[in-house]
């Protein structure tokens, strides 16, 4: 059976399920991610919808998978080989044009690379337009079918020695010094062409890593929300949320949900059957059998479209939540500034939480669960702390847990969106539960490596030239990429979208980059957002003066002045 791209795209999401969706940018972000940029309405997904047919989508049928032999360990042949896929687009190539590479990241990349590759929508074809570009869309070592070993849960954690940035970094590389094309005659790897490599979120992590460890192999990147910065803390992903809800109207909403989880963490901590019953309260018979921290982890669901969609979403979206949360169920009149909480309580507050109606669905999404039996055909299933069972999750999990961080734990004080129980050690619990194996054989670290891994690639001040950093006021990631504004990074920078010479890198205290109002992540590669067609400008006309030097046979290496 053929589908379309949006089609691929809605039964990917109606098939993800992911226990650490919580932490990092895990497979249903990145599939929300992908379905905003489509503008697919997140409804169809919730409610295990049909997604209508995009009209005016080219025919992604003729961006089919091919693959490459790579090494499993660049550093040690005699490991083996394994089989790396990719997807080629030349339609809009041009005599003397570039090589655009879009790193998937952090998902199974068929249904990205089609509608990326395919769709006259996407910000990728945007630039091969442009540009008179061949494209490519390159899948991730260990996600999808590119994989060394099979994962699984049953996976031994010895075969996730060679799933590194350090790995996965030098794969394209020795993938474009070979790289050939069928109808095409002239040389198209690096030492003739220009690639450039574009992304967003950890895919734009890839972009500006690569162009800055191998320069000649990529000769610019495109950055977007890229959080190059690997942390543990990242309690302030929710700092950025609570920004975002403010800015727009939602002031009330988060002083309510701060003090309804407050008195849910009291219940919690009273004793077993106080605990039971607010558990039961939510989700039904079955979740008084969760711990107070899967529980809790739970109740954050109301922000899992938020980076994706803002507070928009839908049915399921943060906004929808808020007009439930502050409006009056016998009056139907809203709350005040200061919420309900200052005069119904917070026990009113919580039980209005609990009775939002999308709620139930919203958490059986989230983790393929039947809490309350929503789905009659099956039996009830509100287990909300197994070990996931998809694949890339179990890939990503391992990488954030060995050498990211990203724990989004609470954001403790006036600000708090989160439970007290979602603390640094709970999300550590989550890595240790999903990796038993790993942590018996010492294979798994006590907490992640993370300053090994900045040590590295030089997390906040990495300054490669012919980078273009690009993100979102409201964006929770931005607070870990060079463009972060937050008291904990680097102070004193300067962002400005004053083109820098080709192969020229600033200075630590200057960064070429654009943060985009009223957006959040990677809105820039929406092409129906006005902002980000603005932030997209920036680049397209810093290529425009960087492709002249071009050197074949070496792209220009950075250097300072």
Known sequence: MRYSVLAQVALALAGLSSTASAMGMGAIRRELRLAAEMGINPDHMLKRQSVPTQANQADSDNVVAKTVSLPIDHGDPSVGTYENRYWVNDEWYQQGGPVFVYDVGEATAEATAKQHLGNSTSFLVEMLEDFGAIGIAWEHRYYGESLPFNV????????????????????????????????????????????????????????????????????????????????????????????????????????????????????????????????????????????????TAALAGIFGFFQAYGVGGGDGGLGSFCEYLETDAATLQPAGPRGFAPYRGKKYVAERFASWPVFIDLVNFNYDTNCRQTDTTKPLECTLNPKSTDPDTISWTWQFCTEWGYYQSNNFGPHSLLSKFQTLEYQQYTCNRQFPDAVKKGLLPSTPQVEATNKQTGGWTIRPSNVYWSGGQFDPWRTLSPLATEDIAPQGVTFSTEIPKCGVETGEDRLFGYIMENAEHCFDLITGFGPGKISRGFFHEALKSWLPCFKAAGAVAGHRD
């Open 152 to 295: 699984s849960v049953d996976t031994p954690p010895e075969h996730f020695k060679y799933l590194t940035n350090k790995q996965a970094l030098a794969d394209i590389p020795f993938f474009a010094k070979n790289f050939t094309l069928d109808g095409h005659k002239e040389d198209l790897t690096p030492d003739a062409k220009p690639w450039v490599m574009v992304g967003g979120s950890y895919s734009g992590m890839r972009s500006a890593f690569t162009r800055d460890a191998y320069p000649d192999t990529i000769f610019a990147a495109y950055a977007s929300s890229a959080p190059v910065e690997a942390r543990v803390n990242m309690s302030m992903y929710f700092d950025q949320v609570y920004n975002g809800m403010v800015a727009k109207g939602y002031s009330n909403c988060t002083k309510d949900i701060k003090a309804g989880l407050e008195y849910i963490d009291d219940e919690l901590s009273k004793n077993a059957s106080a605990a039971a019953a607010i558990k039961k309260r939510f989700f039904g018979d079955g979740a008084e059998k969760n711990s107070n921290g899967d529980f």
